[in-house]
């Protein structure tokens, strides 16, 4: 041993103590009253220093008089560096650093080292450049049992307790706990739990004061960038939590473009509702497992491939049928919607818009319905109809192969068009069209024009007619009084009753009764268009005329000025034929003389008719009679048409040429009676 050892005294200087130059060590002896220090090879028991101060140390080194050991109080020791503290072991042995009061600086149950420091402060471990840096935690038994370690070959650092690692900062910066490496990316990796380090991973966020009432925050997740957040997840009170009741709910946060703050987007409530876009969850009863809230157009989307289903399942159970009870498909590769209800498809709407009920084939019109079993019908009812089988009103088929529009109820079933009734089919069976009201019940079918006093018609088309305004048959009235039953094609208007033809208008506007074209040999009545009226019959008599008094005209005849020009007149017992002979419809009356001579041209024969060979009769030639009596023939001989004679005409010339024979013979008898004188 060799150096000096300089000890201060106590007021000012100091002595210096020189170990003389020995090979072997040597043991210096201060006496205890003082005086010069001797050298023995008996050791005293101790060496004892003035207590000393920062900036004089009690001792020190030679040049430097500021940096050594003293002591500030009973049981403490101080190093001195400069004239300041540096280290300082304190009575109940804490070490400070930086502190002179290590017991009073640091926390009663970790101040046995305490570094203290004005400004920053620290600690380094320096290890080398594949070792480990440590911090460990021991106890009265022995062995690791918590530790901080930094490893330098990884640089990573690892946190430890009861002798094994739990947490670890790999080197990209990485949480890892309880584990220590992942192919994860994420900054934080939870691996196992509190209770079994080989299940799932858990992190507990809780508040640190007991929760006393509503909308407390409990705990959140925060994302953002500084001070700022822009995403937030929270848990939020919903109730003063007890033992028992700890009703909470979550929100979840963002921030909409061009804004700063976050809002809420999405609440799961303590019923376990899911709140998209509000707080307030919807109908109570059982649509509110999830609410959709926006204040403009709301909706949801769900997204699949081209070829694939997007499907939403109602379910009452976890396995067979019961996972698919009811539900809503839409496929993506024929681009329609299915409607499931009791694990069945029960509605379609295909690719072009059309509805299908109970058969996705069905029809090809808008609405298809179809039952292997049941009505394909529609059922109609409210609070006033009732909702018995028999109440209401439906239209469709019901089983069979009949159509209905069918109500049930003792009231009309009404037809409009252009927000206006237009025909009901009342509860007595009477069809009105154009009022809403029957004039007589007892006429089934009633048509009303109630705009004007125009027309009021019915017309019936088809393909073979066409469908314009000038197609096909039109009935109604045309005006305020009359009647039209109109066809517009070149055709008939033809009557049959009992299946049968009975009557018709043909084309050219000829009745038709009896029979079914216009000539002479068909039997039946015909009346032509022209005014011409064929009466054929095969047996009986074709034409009878009656009146229902005894005397009186049975038929009329007028000229073209509608004067009467002749009658038949009937009794009770006979008939008579007349023609208009009445004075005043005559002039230029004067007496008809030389009758007999003319008589005398009129040639009497006897023939038959070429159609009539067995009948022989009495008789005129037309064209002989027409020379005596023109008016008494119709027609020229040899002419188109046949003559026709009046034998009536004759009457005048025999009646005159009999008062000339009568005169004549009278004048004969006279003479007779002269000479028989």
């Not at 003035?50 to 900036?55: Q, V």
């Not at 600690?123 to 480990?132: D, E, N, P």
Request: some cysteine; aromatic content about 6%; charged content about 15%.
């Amino acid at each position: 041993m060799s150096g000096t050892l300089r000890l201060r005294g106590a007021t000012s200087g100091y002595s210096e103590l020189q170990a003389p130059a020995v090979a072997a060590d040597q043991t210096f002896i201060l006496p205890t009253a003082g005086g010069t220090l001797l050298t023995t090879d008996s050791p005293i028991s101790k060496l004892t220093l003035e207590l000393g101060s920062a900036s004089q140390p009690s001792l020190t080194f030679e040049g430097d008089t500021d940096t050594g050991l003293y002591s500030s109080g009973t049981n403490t020791l101080n190093l001195v560096t400069g004239g300041n503290n540096r280290l300082n072991i304190d009575s109940s042995g804490n070490i400070g650093i930086g502190s002179t009061d290590p017991s009073g600086d640091g926390w009663s149950a970790a101040n046995d080292l305490v570094i203290n420091s004005t400004g920053n402060s620290g600690m380094t471990i320096k290890s080398g450049a594949s070792s480990f840096g440590q911090l460990v935690f021991n106890d009265a038994a022995g062995g690791l049992r918590g530790f901080v370690a930094y490893g330098h070959s990884d640089d990573y650092l690892g946190f430890g307790t009861a002798g094994a690692e739990w947490m670890r900062i790999t080197s990209s910066g990485r949480v890892l706990i309880g584990n220590t490496s992942t192919s994860n990316s994420g900054l934080l990796c939870v691996k196992g739990n509190g209770n079994n380090s080989a299940g799932a991973g858990a992190i507990t966020i809780q508040k640190g004061a007991s929760v006393s009432g509503s909308n407390q925050l409990i705990g959140a997740l925060s994302y953002g960038e500084g001070s700022a957040n822009t995403a937030e997840i929270e848990v939020h009170s919903d109730q003063t939590w007890t033992g028992s009741a700890r009703g909470s709910y979550m929100t979840f946060s963002n921030t909409a473009l061009n804004t700063a703050g976050p809002v809420e987007r999405m609440r799961i409530d303590s019923s376990g509702r899911l709140l998209l876009g509000t707080t307030t969850p919807g109908f109570a009863i059982y649509g509110d497992a999830l609410t959709i809230a926006r204040a403009s157009h709301c909706g949801m989307t769900l997204r699949g491939g081209t070829t694939s289903d997007t499907e939403i399942f109602f379910a009452d159970g976890t396995t067979g049928n019961s996972r698919f009870a009811g539900g809503i498909r839409y496929a993506h590769n024929t681009d329609h919607m299915q409607f499931m209800v009791n694990a069945a498809e029960r509605m379609r709407i295909d690719s072009s818009g059309r509805v299908h009920m109970g058969n996705s084939a069905a029809g090809t019109a808008a609405l298809n319905i179809y039952s292997a079993t049941l009505g394909t019908a529609v059922l109609f009812q409210n609070p006033n109809t009732g909702t018995g089988s028999s109440q209401g009103g439906f239209v469709g088929n019901w089983g069979g192969q009949n159509m209905y529009l069918w109500n049930y109820e003792n009231q009309p079933t009404i037809f409009g068009t252009n927000n206006t009734e237009k025909m009901r089919l009342d509860s007595s069976g009477t069809l009105v069209i154009g009022r809403t009201t029957s004039s007589n019940p007892a006429r089934y079918v009633q048509m009303h024009n109630g705009d004007a006093a125009t027309s009021a018609y019915i017309q019936s088309t088809n393909t073979g007619t066409g469908s314009g305004a000038s197609n096909g048959l039109v009935m109604g009235m045309g005006d305020a009084t009359n009647a039209y039953i109109w066809n517009y094609q070149a055709g008939a208007i033809i009557f049959g009753t009992s299946g049968q033809q009975r009557g018709m208008f043909d084309s050219s506007g000829n009745l038709l009764v009896g029979k079914s074209g216009s000539n002479f040999a068909a039997q039946g009545t015909e009346i032509r268009a022209h005014g011409e009226v064929v009466i054929t019959r095969t047996n009986g008599e074709a034409l009878v005329l009656r009146r229902n008094t005894n005397n009186g005209q049975i038929v009329s005849f007028r000229n073209t000025a509608g004067t009467t020009v002749g009658t038949i007149v009937t009794s009770s017992s006979s008939t008579a034929y007349n023609t208009s002979s009445d004075y005043r419809l005559k002039e230029n009356i004067v007496d008809l003389t030389d009758a007999i001579p003319r008589l005398k041209n009129l040639p009497v024969h006897r023939f038959n008719f070429i159609t009539d060979a067995e009948l022989t009769v009495d008789g005129f030639l037309a064209h002989e009679a027409q020379l005596v009596v023109p008016e008494s023939v119709t027609g020229e001989k040899d002419g188109e048409k046949m003559q026709y004679i009046d034998q009536s005409k004759l009457i005048p010339l025999l009646t005159a040429a009999l008062q000339e024979s009568i005169l004549e013979i009278e004048k004969l008898k006279e003479r007779v009676k002269n000479l028989e004188s």
